[in-house]
């Protein structure tokens, strides 16, 4: 039995998400090495290398892009200190898997969910830490928005 959607569900998880991972990039950023700079690079350069949908023309989930997506998120916060933080940002994903995909149902193929990847990779390994965060909360605030925008167009999300 899978658990139904909710938009006060989805607000409380996107905050969150966003509260939590924030701090385990930050801690992240400020305890990065060459090592975690390079997982963060080929996370990036494989999840950009995995289509998102099957079909050009229309969403097709691709089955392999989720692990994909999954890994370069991880590997982002892979050098926080923190392994409670850590598992605790692995159980929000876990949580937001299926919103992402009704997000990206509503927004394929107009949203560039590469470049958005990409900036993040890209201030992220510049240490760029403050522009990093808000890429991040950013990217999470805009698949929440399009599962919003779902509920708006008359598609309940309950």
Not at 52 to 68: G, H, I, K, T, V
Not at 97 to 107: E, I, P, T
């Amino acid at each position: 039995m899978v658990a139904k959607v909710s938009a006060a569900e989805l607000a409380e998880l996107t905050n969150t998400r966003c509260w939590v991972e924030a701090i385990a990039l930050r801690e992240a950023i400020g305890h990065r090495s060459q090592a975690w700079e390079e997982a963060v690079v080929l996370g990036f350069h494989r999840l950009a290398r995995t289509p998102r949908s099957l079909d050009s023309d229309c969403f097709l989930e691709n089955p392999d892009w989720e692990p994909a997506h999954r890994r370069f998120h991880a590997a982002l916060i892979a050098t926080c200190p923190s392994r409670y933080l850590i598992d605790f940002c692995r159980h929000l994903s876990d949580h937001a898997v299926r919103y992402r995909r009704l997000a990206m149902s509503a927004a394929y193929p107009r949203r560039d969910i590469t470049g958005e990847h990409r900036d993040l990779m890209e201030a992220a390994i510049d240490g760029r830490t403050d522009d990093a965060v808000a890429a991040l909360v950013q990217h999470y605030r805009l698949t929440a928005s399009f599962v919003q925008a779902r509920e708006t167009n008359g598609e309940t999300v309950k």
